[in-house]
């Protein structure tokens, strides 16, 4: 059985930096995208930042580029984004996301991890 379990979340004040992990098991996920999302109560979930498994190519929100850093490492099943600069806005539930490019209904998420940001 897949499962993906998010750590790392908690309560920060805006400036402060917190690192979230997210580990997969149940199988390998060497040649899975792999992403971060977040949803704040009444909104849809948004995108946040993504690394590909084919060359490492990073995609991020406008919202956090050049605060945040997403990477992986496949040989521990495991995807990392490191927030740096919070800010009070950044507060939300942060989820992962695992797919495979190749075939679209393999898709696996995360229960995710609170983070919040206080002023």
């Known amino acids: 059985q897949v499962q993906l379990v998010e750590s790392g979340g908690g309560l920060v004040q805006a400036g402060d930096s917190l690192k979230l992990s997210c580990v997969a098991s149940?199988?390998?996920?060497?040649?899975?995208?792999m992403g971060w999302y977040r949803q704040t109560p009444g909104e849809e979930r948004e995108f946040v930042a993504a690394?590909?498994?084919?060359?490492?190519?990073?995609y991020y929100s406008d919202s956090v580029k050049g605060r945040f850093t997403i990477s992986r490492d496949s040989a521990k099943n495991t995807m990392y984004l490191q927030m740096n600069s919070l800010k009070p806005e950044d507060t939300a539930k942060y989820y992962c996301?695992?797919?495979?490019?190749?075939?679209?209904?393999?898709?696996?998420w995360g229960q995710g991890t609170q983070v919040t940001v206080s002023s």
């Open positions: 149940g199988r390998t996920f060497n040649n899975y995208e």
């Open positions: 690394i590909m498994s084919s060359g490492g190519s990073l």
């Open positions: 996301n695992f797919w495979s490019s190749s075939y679209p209904e393999l898709t696996y």
